[in-house]
């Protein structure tokens, strides 16, 4: 069937739930960590941490010098958010920081360069794809402004850096004008250069990069089918790999990398939410299940640093955008 605008994709696959309720076995206003929680972690565990406010879905979070930023979001289509806000893993408080020049859900993602975050494209306030990239300089608490995308994005794609150079999928369909394209931009020259094509779209689905090489896992394709294919791209040569397929998550997952892995968190497989946790190991070409998140999520935000993954809850089963007036809550994974 036809694939809807980004708009309609973003907003029906978010309302996709099955009530407002939140499920009897935890407080959906995030509880706060406990004294067991905060003794020394054990391996392949989540630890639930300090929530943040509002609920928000489809931010990005990046991470520089032990803060987390969490950058942008949207409490339902259309609209987004130019807020931010700063977690810090030492003191377990969040506070908010200067916030995005526009409004923006949807990003590519949030990546660390030289002390500085990077934020790409993402949808504004009438869920419509921009081009804009901007950057947040934690020493003084501004963002500014630098050289635009090539083209507008279509929806959330993906992001991360290579050898210091900044690496973005645009999120678009192939049958689109200028089809599933992949970009990188160069920080020292302010400049965009195009890059070779991934094999297959990957809209809706998520990526980044790992142990120098760009990952693309999941989404639709351009006839409206869902994919569980797993691209790699190598900067070396300028292309493209099929690896090992995930084979689930075909919408809203979140990626990230530690430890020279991949891991996948949460996701719609088709109409529900999911609550697994993926590693894939470029090494063997083999996904490992870890352990379960603490409640089945989509659309969240997801990043890998100082050891441990950061998972900022997005759309919650059993919770619809509808009726959301607590916060968004912070789970930590110790690999």
């Known amino acids: 069937?036809?694939?809807?605008?980004?708009?309609?994709?973003?907003?029906?696959?978010?309302?996709?739930?099955?009530?407002?309720?939140?499920?009897?076995d935890r407080d959906p206003t995030g509880p706060e960590a406990t004294e067991a929680q905060a003794?020394?972690?054990?391996?392949?565990?989540?630890?639930?941490?300090?929530?943040?406010?509002p609920w928000r879905y489809q931010p990005v979070l990046g991470m520089i010098?032990?803060?987390?930023?969490?950058?942008?979001?949207?409490?339902?289509?259309?609209?987004?958010?130019?807020?931010?806000?700063?977690?810090?893993i030492a003191s377990n408080t969040w506070s908010q920081v200067a916030s995005l020049p526009s409004p923006r859900?949807?990003?590519a993602g949030a990546t660390m360069i030289n002390g500085k975050l990077y934020v790409a494209g993402g949808l504004n306030a009438n869920a419509v794809g921009t081009r804009t990239l901007f950057v947040y300089d934690p020493a003084t608490n501004t963002w500014s402004r630098k050289a635009d995308l090539p083209q507008a994005v279509?929806?959330?794609g993906a992001q991360g850096a290579i050898a210091g150079k900044l690496y973005v999928y645009v999120g678009c369909h192939a049958s689109l004008v200028n089809g599933r394209v992949f970009f990188r931009y160069d920080p020292a020259t302010d400049m965009w250069v195009k890059r070779a094509t991934p094999p297959v779209d990957h809209v809706g689905g998520s990526g980044t990069a790992v142990a120098g090489k760009f990952y693309l896992v999941s989404g639709s394709t351009a006839d409206g089918n869902?994919?569980?294919?797993?691209?790699?791209?190598?900067?070396?040569?300028?292309?493209?790999?099929?690896?090992?397929?995930?084979?689930?998550h075909p919408q809203g997952p979140a990626a990230a990398a530690?430890?020279?892995?991949?891991?996948?968190?949460?996701?719609?497989?088709f109409e529900f939410e999911t609550d697994s946790l993926l590693a894939y190991d470029p090494t063997t070409n083999r996904w490992?299940?870890?352990?379960?998140?603490?409640?089945?999520?989509?659309?969240?935000?997801?990043v890998g640093a100082s050891g441990r993954l950061y998972y900022v809850t997005g759309v919650e089963y059993m919770q619809s955008p509808c009726c959301i007036s607590g916060p968004s809550r912070l789970w930590v994974y110790t690999p």
């Open 105 to 107: 859900f949807g990003l």
């Open 288 to 302: 490992t299940a870890r352990a379960n998140l603490p409640n089945k999520v989509a659309w969240g935000a997801f």
């Open 39 to 53: 003794a020394l972690a054990v391996s392949n565990t989540w630890a639930v941490k300090r929530s943040v406010s």
């Open 258 to 269: 530690l430890g020279g892995k991949l891991y996948v968190a949460g996701g719609m497989s």
């Open 154 to 156: 279509c929806g959330p």
């Open 1 to 24: 069937m036809p694939w809807p605008k980004a708009g309609t994709l973003l907003l029906s696959i978010a309302l996709v739930a099955t009530g407002c309720a939140a499920p009897a």
């Open 226 to 248: 869902f994919t569980g294919q797993l691209d790699s791209y190598d900067p070396a040569t300028n292309t493209w790999a099929v690896k090992q397929g995930i084979g689930i």
């Open 65 to 88: 010098n032990g803060k987390l930023y969490l950058v942008g979001g949207t409490r339902g289509v259309p609209s987004a958010m130019a807020r931010v806000d700063a977690y810090d």
